[in-house]
């Protein structure tokens, strides 16, 4: 099994930045992908940004050119700068891990989720 701790979320104002870090523990070895999600009051959960093992990135459209996803793979962390946060950024944001069981078979793995609020 893969555990992600996750850490660095808080009130923030519009305009300003924030990190958040995950760190995978467990069945590191197998990890494939490593991102974060988010989900907002009465929205559904939503990918932000992920990052494969070969250092390959992907973002949502509204969060491109204002978070960076980077990976520090002897680390087993995955970490999220975020800046010129808006409002509409607020939401819980959970690490994920995806991790290869078979060569047919991918299993996901989530955080506990942190609380990010943007607001003045």
């Known amino acids: 099994q893969v555990q992600l701790a996750e850490s660095g979320g808080g009130l923030v104002q519009p305009g300003g930045s924030l990190s958040l870090s995950c760190v995978a523990s467990?069945?590191?070895?197998?990890?494939?992908?490593m991102g974060w999600y988010r989900q907002a009051p009465g929205k559904e959960r939503e990918l932000v940004a992920i990052?494969?093992?070969?250092?390959?990135?992907d973002y949502a459209d509204s969060v491109k050119g204002r978070f960076t996803i980077s990976r520090d793979n002897a680390k087993n962390m995955v970490n999220l700068q975020m800046k010129s946060l808006k409002p509409e950024d607020t939401a819980v944001y959970y690490c994920?891990?995806?991790?290869?069981?078979?060569?047919?078979?991918?299993?996901?793995?989530w955080g506990k989720g942190i609380l990010v609020t943007v607001s003045s």
């Open positions: 990052v494969n093992k070969s250092g390959r990135t």
């Open positions: 467990g069945s590191i070895f197998s990890i494939r992908a």
């Open positions: 994920n891990a995806d991790r290869v069981a078979t060569p047919s078979e991918v299993m996901s793995y």
